[in-house]
C-alpha cells in the first residue's frame, strides 16, 4: 500500500484516554500523529522531528504541563501553533496576556471526534498559506494535496450555461450520498448558483461568511467545519451568497480549502458557473475528474469542441469526460463523442416532469424517486466513479448466462 507522503506531523500532550483517542482520530485524518507523555518527552521529539506543524495541549486540567509545553513551541528558532483543549469556564478566565501566540487556537471540552480532525487541519492550512517571516522551515514542506489524502475532487464544468451543471451536481452528491459516501458539495458558482435552494435549504452560511469572520478575528475553518448539513447527510457548502461580495475569495484558497476537504469527505463534488474565472482555473488543477454535461443540441456541442482545445491548453485534457444530460433526445450519443472527442462517461435521459417537482420541493431524485429511470442513471455514474461499473457488467453477463441456459 502506497503511504501518503508529506503528511503534516502533530504532536499530542493531553490526559492519556484522551491523547489516545485524539492520536487516533488524526491517524485517520492522515496527520503523522505523535503521542507525547510530557513536557520533557515533547522537547525530545521536537529536537529531532523538525517538521511538527501544530502541538496539541491540554490547558486546563493539567497547566503546568501545558505552559511549559507551550514555552518549548517558541524557543530555538520554533514557532509552532497550539491547540490548546480548555473547558468553557477556563476559556473566560483565561490569561492571555503574558503569553500566547497569534497562531493559537482554542477548542473547548466537550468536542467531536471530527471536529478537532477539522481543527488542526484549518490550523496547518492557514500555516502553509501565511508566511510570517519567522523562518518556520516546518511549513514550507507542506503541500495541502499530499496530506493523507483519502477522496476525490469532482467538478462540474461547462462554459455553456443552462446544460444541467447544477441539476447533476446536486443528484451525483445525493446518490453518492445514498450509497453510503461522505460528500461535500460545494457550490462555485457564484453567480448563478442555486445549490442550496435547489436541496430546499435556506440561509445556508458560506465561505465569504466564515472568511469576513475570520477576517474580524474569528476562528480560522476549514470547509469541513463551515459545511451544513443537508437532511440526507450530504453536507453543503455554497462559497458565497452574494454575486458581487466575492473579494474575499482568493481564488488559491478557495482551491486549497477544496483540496484538503478531500481528507475528510470520500467526494468533493463542485458545481463550478460557466466561465474560465481565476477561481474555475483554480479549481481545475486540483480535480481529478471534470464532468461535462452536454446536451444533445449543436450549439451545446460547439461549445463542447472549444471547450477540448481549452483543456488542452490549460493540462487538463486527461480529466474531463462527457455526461450526456437529456441522452435520449436530439444527436446520438455516438455522433456527439466522434464530433466532440471526449469520451462519454455518463448518459443521464431527460426527466421533465420529475425534475421540476424535485426542484420545486427543493429535493433530489434519490430521494423524491427512487425508482425512477432518471435515478437509476444516477446511480449509475455514481458507480462509475466508486469503480463498480466492471461488477455490474460482470453480473449483467452472469444474468444473461443464466436466462440463455433457462431458454436452452
Ligand atoms: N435531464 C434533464 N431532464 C429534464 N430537465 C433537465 C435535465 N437537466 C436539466 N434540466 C433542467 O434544465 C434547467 C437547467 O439546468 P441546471 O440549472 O442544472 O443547468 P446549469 O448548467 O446549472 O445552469 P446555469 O448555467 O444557469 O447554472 C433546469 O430547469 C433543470 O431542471
Ligand atoms: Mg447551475
Known amino acids: ?79 509552532i501553533p497550539a491547540l490548546l483543549i480548555v473547558n468553557p469556564a477556563t476559556l473566560d478566565n483565561l490569561d492571555t496576556s503574558g503569553g500566547g501566540h497569534e497562531s493559537d487556537e482554542y477548542l473547548t471540552r466537550p468536542y467531536s471526534a471530527e471536529s478537532i480532525r477539522w481543527r488542526v487541519e484549518a490550523m ?20 495541502a494535496d499530499d496530506w493523507g489524502r483519502r477522496g476525490r475532487v469532482v467538478a462540474i464544468f461547462n462554459p455553456k450555461g443552462g446544460v444541467g451543471k447544477t441539476m447533476l451536481a446536486t443528484n451525483l452528491a445525493a446518490s453518492l450520498t445514498a450509497k453510503g459516501e461522505s460528500v461535500l458539495l460545494v457550490d462555485a458558482d457564484t453567480v448563478t448558483g442555486a445549490v442550496a435552494i435547489s436541496l430546499g435549504m435556506d440561509g445556508v452560511p458560506t465561505v465569504v461568511d466564515a472568511w469576513r469572520d475570520e477576517f474580524d478575528g474569528g476562528p480560522v475553518m476549514s470547509f469541513a467545519e463551515m459545511a451544513s448539513a443537508h437532511q440526507s447527510g450530504l453536507r453543503v457548502l455554497p462559497l458565497s451568497s452574494s454575486p458581487i461580495h466575492t ?83 436530439g444527436v446520438s450519443q455516438a455522433d456527439m463523442e466522434r464530433t466532440i472527442g471526449i469520451p462519454t462517461y455518463a448518459t443521464i435521459r431527460s426527466a421533465g416532469p420529475i425534475l421540476v417537482r424535485a426542484t420545486n420541493e427543493g ?42 441456459a433457462v431458454r436452452a
Open 1 to 79: 500500500m502506497a503511504m501518503p507522503v508529506n503528511r503534516p506531523a502533530v504532536a499530542v500532550l493531553l490526559p492519556p484516554l484522551e491523547r489516545d483517542r485524539v492520536a487516533a482520530e488524526l491517524a485517520l485524518g492522515g496527520f503523522d500523529a505523535l503521542p507525547v507523555n510530557s513536557a520533557s518527552d515533547l522537547a525530545a521529539l521536537l529536537a529531532y522531528r523538525r517538521d511538527v506543524v501544530v502541538t496539541i495541549l491540554d490547558a486546563d486540567q493539567d497547566p503546568e504541563t501545558a505552559g511549559a509545553g507551550w514555552a518549548l513551541l517558541h524557543q530555538g528558532g520554533l514557532n
Open 363 to 404: 429535493r433530489t431524485l434519490v430521494d423524491i424517486a427512487p425508482r425512477e429511470g432518471v435515478t437509476a442513471d444516477f446511480n449509475a455514474l455514481a458507480d462509475r466513479l466508486l469503480g463498480r461499473e466492471v461488477a455490474a457488467t460482470k453480473a449483467a453477463f452472469k444474468l444473461f448466462g443464466r436466462a440463455s
Open 124 to 143: 496547518c492550512i492557514r500555516s502553509s498559506a501565511v508566511d510570517d517571516g519567522s523562518g518556520n522551515v516546518l511549513t514550507a514542506s507542506l503541500n
Open 247 to 329: 473579494e474575499l475569495l482568493d481564488p488559491e484558497r478557495v482551491a486549497t480549502g477544496i483540496a484538503a476537504a478531500r481528507r475528510t469527505f470520500d467526494f468533493v463534488i463542485v458545481d463550478l458557473h460557466s466561465s474560465y474565472s481565476a477561481i474555475n482555473r483554480a479549481v481545475f488543477d486540483k480535480a481529478d475528474r471534470i464532468l461535462v454535461p452536454v446536451t444533445p443540441d449543436l450549439p451545446a456541442i460547439r461549445t463542447a469542441v472549444r471547450l477540448r482545445d481549452v483543456a488542452d491548453e490549460l493540462g487538463m485534457r486527461d480529466r474531463i469526460a462527457l455526461v450526456i444530460n437529456r441522452a435520449n433526445t
